[in-house]
């Protein structure tokens, strides 16, 4: 596990916006999350990693609620979610982003994320209708496209977007949900080398004002980007701090030597 973090843009407060109490997930008798307790501070970068196996995804998944836990709570900004569905939760301002870009890709950058705005306005698109039907929200869409640096690629459609631009044009899209917990699925996930570094660039820009959590499997990105790390191995918490904490750690770097990461 060696890298060299850089300095990280930091303000985690003292709130806790994600919290699981003895959180577990059973699939017959098989115990893939396992009494994992689990607190993700406002305004920070929260990394989950841990080598194949760990329970990472499944934990992410009982967070995110598309699985529902066998034993444990979750809370959202000190709420009680534990028994909430994923749209109750998105409503609450905790949205997740997917691992396998999902955007609309016989629509226009711009028009994705007009998309989005109305999803978040509840208003109804109706593909049939005239551009002009999205007109005015244009004028947030492009802010948020400004956000993201696709400002350029406003009019080209997503299935014509180079990969890395494509899963930039799924973050904006995220950021029209007006989200106040950001959780992504590897987001670095098949990315080239200058798309890493762009993405981990645009993540660094949109953490203002939100607190991120993230699945990845990139360790140097983790080490860049996150104040706080989470490692979990056979479904249980291993160990937990920041890079150097957990990276020094010899039961970290035991689970790691031959592992892949996923």
Not at 10 to 30: C, D, N, Y
Not at 84 to 96: F, H, K, Q
């Amino acid at each position: 596990m060696s890298a060299q973090p850089t300095i990280k843009d930091s303000r985690p407060t003292s709130r806790v916006m994600i919290e699981t109490r003895q959180l577990a997930m059973e699939f017959s008798g098989f115990r893939a999350v396992d009494a994992v307790d689990l607190q993700v501070m406002e305004g920070s970068i929260h990394a989950l990693i841990g080598p194949n196996g760990a329970g990472k995804t499944t934990c992410f998944n009982l967070i995110t609620k598309f699985l529902t836990p066998t034993a444990g709570q979750i809370f959202f900004d000190g709420h009680e979610i534990t028994r909430l569905d994923p749209a109750d939760i998105a409503r609450r301002g905790l949205v997740r982003s997917f691992q396998i870009s999902a955007v609309f890709p016989g629509l226009s950058a711009v028009q994705n994320v007009c998309v989005a705005l109305q999803s978040r306005t509840r208003r109804i698109f109706q593909f049939w209708k005239s551009d002009r039907s999205l007109a005015d929200l244009e004028a947030e869409a492009d802010a948020i496209l400004e956000q993201v640096g696709l400002v350029e690629f406003r009019n080209v459609n997503a299935a014509l977007l180079p990969y890395g631009r494509k899963r930039a044009l799924e973050l904006a899209t995220t950021l029209a949900l007006a989200p106040r917990v950001l959780l992504l699925d590897e987001p670095m996930a098949g990315m080239s080398a200058a798309d890493v570094e762009r993405v981990s660039q645009l993540i660094m820009r949109i953490r203002k004002g939100r607190t991120i959590l993230m699945v990845e499997h990139n360790l140097p990105v983790v080490a860049a980007l996150c104040d706080r790390i989470t490692v979990l191995a056979r479904g249980r918490v291993l160990a937990e701090g920041d890079y150097s904490a957990v990276s020094s750690n010899p039961e970290v770097q035991e689970a790691y030597i031959g592992s892949d990461h996923d």
